[in-house]
């Protein structure tokens, strides 16, 4: 996986890429002169620029392996304005990562996603079926769950009166609205589809923390009942963000990724084909 850095300067720039509605997508490139690149995806309401984001890339940086870490449109430094749900959306946004880094003939050679941006590669990876190594960290399962938290209980019975949810910090200030139309967009959004959907030959990691309290532990199990070629590691005391176990994940996930470039050598191609996935709703 490794090639000496005695000769290699590494920079990080930004790049700009336009995704399919004309939204300049921010991101920033470790560029190590390596033709393999691996893409890193933020979470809900994050950036490229969180802990968990910058220090994988740091830490892929050091092997030798070229990342990329960018916004999804309506996050971070990004155009777009930011939507709940949008999972398929922000897949897209993925997509058009991807084709711009194969037109400057890079190898995609893993994309790796923390908590929905866990869902968002595994959902890229269901639909596309084109890059090998897939990496969920603390992703959702159900995404039916987890909702209360954010929107408060009564959230189903407010949204029918109103047509919309304004949801507030702890300050009391606005930070972004909810619809009816954003709020079908995450309940018909299939996880477990999703995974049945994605292909043998493509090997996924789910890592998660045992005390995550955003995402329950209990979700990466489930991933590891539907996704055919799946490995699944509990990083125990660890939090959804990895506060004191940033560590133990660049490593864990580190050494996943260097058993599956090794194998990359012995293994086909994967057809490129565009899967749909039903919705339960």
Do not use: W
Request: aromatic share 8%; charged share 25%.
């Amino acid at each position: 996986m490794t090639q000496s850095l005695a000769n290699r300067a590494v920079q990080q720039r930004r790049v700009v890429i336009e995704n399919n509605h004309g939204e300049k997508l921010s991101g920033i490139l470790h560029e190590t002169g390596s033709k393999q690149l691996v893409i890193v995806c933020h979470g809900f309401q994050s950036s490229k620029e969180r802990i968990p984001m910058v220090n994988l890339a740091a830490a892929l940086e050091k092997e030798g392996i070229s990342a990329f870490r960018f916004d999804f449109a309506g996050n971070g430094e990004s155009e777009g304005s930011f939507q709940y749900g949008n999972y398929r959306r922000e897949a897209e946004d993925l997509r058009a990562v991807v084709q711009h880094f194969r037109r400057e003939n890079r190898v995609i050679s893993a994309v790796i996603g923390h908590s929905k941006g866990g869902n968002v590669v595994l959902l890229y990876a269901s639909k596309y079926n084109d890059v090998h190594t897939v990496v969920n960290i603390s992703g959702r399962f159900n995404l039916e769950k987890g909702m209360e938290g954010r929107l408060g209980k009564d959230f189903l019975l407010r949204l029918k009166q109103h047509g919309h949810i304004d949801v507030f910090n702890r300050k009391g200030k606005f930070e972004y609205r909810v619809t009816e139309e954003s709020l079908k967009d995450r309940l018909t959004t299939d996880i477990h589809a999703v995974c049945l959907l994605i292909q043998q030959e493509c090997r996924v990691l789910t890592v998660h923390g045992s005390m995550d309290k955003i995402v329950p532990a209990e979700d990466a199990s489930e991933f590891a009942k539907f996704i055919p070629n799946h490995k699944l590691h509990i990083i125990k005391g660890a939090n959804h963000e990895y506060t004191s176990h940033q560590g133990e994940l660049t490593s864990v996930v580190l050494d996943f990724l260097r058993e599956n470039f090794n194998a990359e050598k012995d293994m086909p191609k994967l057809p490129l084909k565009d899967h749909s996935f039903r919705s339960r709703l």
